[in-house]
């Protein structure tokens, strides 16, 4: 299976959820506010572990300027406007999310594996895309998602669905100072950064064991990088939590926002939690922390930007998953 392959790809919204598949296509209902849609890429609900999961770094997953010239220009306006609304705005490198390939062998005894394609691109790039108010002018109608968005910057962002010792699952309030949907609520997340493993570019990974030794390190910051943003933001030491399990790919439809989801499982009670939330690194990203129940969050997930709400998704198939089995 490749990441153009429709049989698992998921829509849903407040109202009513529509599943695609090679044999049938149901009505996609959609909802007023586009920011709550999602679309799960890819879902895992037995979960993945670091071994099953590769990635393929490489320019060819890199972002294709658009052809309309007048389009490529507003992405310097469009970012020149937001730094002087925002000093302390900076631009940094970020992954580019490029696609996958899963392999399920016949064989029972051997595991299915997940390689990640992943690009670069920049924080300029995505505010002049994504964000841009003609981000859709950059999308490209087509089925297959890495075709339609090949002119978007699509970094690949990350979140943590992380459940405490007493069955609490942590979520966040974020603050009114955030880019992106401020006052709603989120799970624990970031990015994996490039910088973390020593990549500004392209640049000197083109050899073949090169490319071995990155493609290693980038699958490993995968995994690090979501237990470096669970620590930063929610306040509990590394020791404390399991290592992440890799359930999915959710998709914000507005802005074509992507984002890598885990489950990680947390042996402190959520009570010790909020003591450690009050001096966690970052979080002055956040004004809240929450532990809650399933049906707490099922009711939270309604005020989820949508990236977010397809997490809640993949941790509710991992969850029917278990019980299943």
């Known amino acids: 299976i490749n990441s153009s392959s429709p049989t698992i790809s998921l829509y849903f919204d407040q109202s009513s959820v529509c599943v695609f598949d090679r044999r049938e296509q149901m ?5 007023c506010d586009g920011g709550h849609e999602f679309k799960l890429l890819f879902s895992c609900p037995s979960g993945l572990s670091p071994s099953q999961v590769s990635v393929v770094f490489d320019e060819a997953y890199d972002r294709n300027p658009h052809p309309d010239h007048t389009l490529e220009k507003s992405m310097s306006e469009i970012w020149d406007a937001r730094v002087q609304q925002s000093s302390s705005l900076y631009n940094g490198t970020k992954f580019r999310y490029g696609g996958y390939n899963f392999n399920v062998e016949n064989d029972p005894k051997q595991q299915p594996h997940f390689s990640l394609h992943l690009g670069l691109t920049d924080y300029r790039t995505f505010v002049g895309t994504n964000l841009s108010p003609m981000w859709e002018r950059f999308l490209v109608p087509s ?16 979140g943590a669905v992380v459940e405490t010792s007493d069955r609490r699952i942590l979520v966040l309030q974020r603050s009114n100072k955030v880019g992106e949907f401020p006052g709603y609520f989120v799970f624990p997340g970031g990015h994996p950064e490039p910088q973390e493993v020593g990549i500004i570019s392209h640049e000197g990974f083109q050899e073949l064991n090169q490319c071995h030794i990155i493609n290693s390190k980038v699958s490993q910051e995968m995994f690090d990088s979501i237990v470096r943003e669970v620590v930063e933001e929610i306040g509990a030491p590394a020791d404390s939590l ?21 489950f ?22 956040s004004t809240q922390l929450y532990a809650v129940s399933m049906s707490d969050l099922e009711n939270m997930a309604s005020k989820m930007p949508g990236c977010h709400r397809g997490g809640y998704a993949l941790y509710k198939l991992m969850v029917q998953d278990t019980s299943d089995n």
């Not at 399991?242 to 359930?247: E, G, L, Q, R, T």
């Open 264 to 285: 990680i499982k947390c042996n402190l009670r959520s009570e010790e939690i909020q003591q450690l939330y009050s001096s966690a690194q970052d979080s002055f990203e």
């Open 27 to 31: 009505e996609e209902k959609l909802s």
């Open 242 to 262: 399991s290592c992440p399990i890799f359930i999915g790919i959710s998709r914000r439809v507005l802005n074509v926002r992507p984002t890598a989801f885990f």
């Open 143 to 158: 089925e297959d998602d890495c075709i339609q968005c090949q002119h978007t910057s699509s970094p690949l962002g990350n």
